[in-house]
Every structure is written in structure tokens, then in C-alpha cells.
């Protein structure tokens, strides 16, 4: 089964420093890894993805993902933080054999502080 | 292009009630799944059209159904709503049911609060 994980529930960060939201995944197959972000009171905005290929993916926005195999790890980066950065964020898998449905972790608010 | 729409975005029912929720993709795209959002559970998939055929479903029970029409828009009904079906109910957009390399597009939303 596909599963996944994001540690922190919230990650606080002041404006300008570098920020790290974690996800690890669980999946049978080769994972299909998505970052999305989430506005209050709106849909999912789509960030960036990993599929296959150079592990450091570059997204919207200014943001970059981390894919680790060994660590089963997707972690989003993003090397200045920007108070408008603050939302809720979704790592999401997919793993073709079951779908083209999404596996959610539960979200992680990210904070930024001016 | 126009993004996903939703509509209503909100809408407030009593227990007992029915409901249903209607979604336009993107032109072009065939495949729709449906998610509902929960503080308690966060993100969980209800299930996913293309060409007006279910291809996949999640763990809900019976009283969750949809439907998607020739022009690829989708409904979804929730029959005897129930005070835990209160979410956030959002669509998804893609252009393919194999479509698994790209993301999907998602709409703002429609708000569900049961009484």
C-alpha cells in the first residue's frame, strides 16, 4: 500500500532564511512524487514533481525537491523564504499500478516570519 | 484557459439530506477524480472518471456516488448526508486516465457544511 508522511505538522521560518518541508513515502513500485501548496480557501496549486531522472527537481515559485531513494525521501527546499511562501503544504505519491489517484500526506503549515 | 470550476462553492444541508456537487475540468481534459478534505483526515480520494466511466475508486461507502457526461463534466452525490460528511470537496483535472507522469489541476473547492 502507498503511503505518506510528513513529520512536522508545522515548520516555522524567518523571512529570507532557507526552508526545508519534509515528506517520506511508502510505495510497491517506482514512486511518481508531487509537492503541492494549498492558499486558505482555495484549491491545490501545483508546485513540482519527480518522476524520474536528476534527483533535485526545480518548481514554482522558487522551490526545489530532493528525491533520496535509500531515505525514501521528497523533501521540498526553498533556499530564501518569503512571508507570502506561508500556506499549507501536500507531498503526494502516485504510483501508476494503482491509478492515477494521489496518496496525500497530511499537510504541514509552513510559517514565515517577517 | 480557463482553470477547473466548481460549483457552488458553498452550500449548507441538513442531516438526512442529499447533495450534489458539479465540476467542469479543463477544456480538453477527460479525466476527473474527486477528494475530500478534512482537518481530521486530511486528503482522501473518493474516485476518479474518464470518459464517463469509473476507473478507480477509494474507501468511502455507498452514499458517495458520480457520474461524468459526454463533455467530460462531473457530478458527485452524497445521499443521507451525515454531520462527518462536512469537508472540503475538491476536483481534479487531468487529461488522461493513464496520464500518470503530469500532474492534475485542481479547482478551488466546494465548501459542504451538514447540520
Known amino acids: 500500500a502507498q503511503s505518506v508522511a510528513q513529520p512536522e505538522d508545522q515548520v516555522n521560518v524567518a523571512e529570507g532564511n532557507p526552508l526545508t518541508v519534509k515528506c517520506t513515502y511508502s510505495?510497491?513500485?517506482?514512486?511518481?512524487l508531487f509537492w503541492y501548496v494549498q492558499y486558505p480557501n482555495r484549491g491545490l496549486q501545483f508546485l513540482l514533481k519527480?518522476?524520474?531522472?536528476?534527483?533535485l527537481v526545480k518548481g514554482s515559485y522558487g522551490f526545489e525537491a530532493e528525491f533520496n531513494k535509500s531515505q525514501t525521501s521528497f523533501h521540498l527546499k526553498k533556499p530564501s523564504a518569503l512571508v507570502s511562501d506561508s500556506a499549507l503544504y501536500f507531498c503526494a505519491v502516485r504510483d501508476p499500478d494503482y491509478g492515477q489517484n494521489f496518496v496525500f500526506g497530511p499537510g504541514t503549515r509552513l510559517s514565515v516570519l517577517p | 484557459k480557463a482553470g477547473v470550476t466548481q460549483t457552488p462553492r458553498y452550500l449548507i444541508k441538513t442531516r438526512g439530506q442529499q447533495v450534489t456537487l458539479s465540476c467542469s475540468p479543463i477544456s480538453g481534459h477527460r479525466s476527473v477524480s474527486w477528494y475530500q478534505q478534512t482537518p481530521g483526515q486530511g486528503l482522501q480520494f473518493l474516485f476518479e472518471y474518464f470518459s464517463e466511466t469509473q476507473r478507480n475508486k477509494g474507501n468511502f461507502p455507498g452514499r458517495f456516488s458520480g457520474r461524468q457526461f459526454s463533455n467530460s463534466r462531473s457530478e458527485m452525490n452524497v445521499s443521507t448526508l451525515e454531520l462527518g460528511d462536512s469537508a472540503l470537496y475538491l476536483c481534479a483535472s487531468g487529461r488522461s486516465s493513464t496520464d500518470t507522469y503530469n500532474e492534475q489541476f485542481f479547482g478551488p473547492g466546494t465548501r459542504l457544511t451538514v447540520l
Open positions: 510505495v510497491s513500485g517506482n514512486p511518481y
Open positions: 519527480y518522476i524520474t531522472g536528476d534527483n
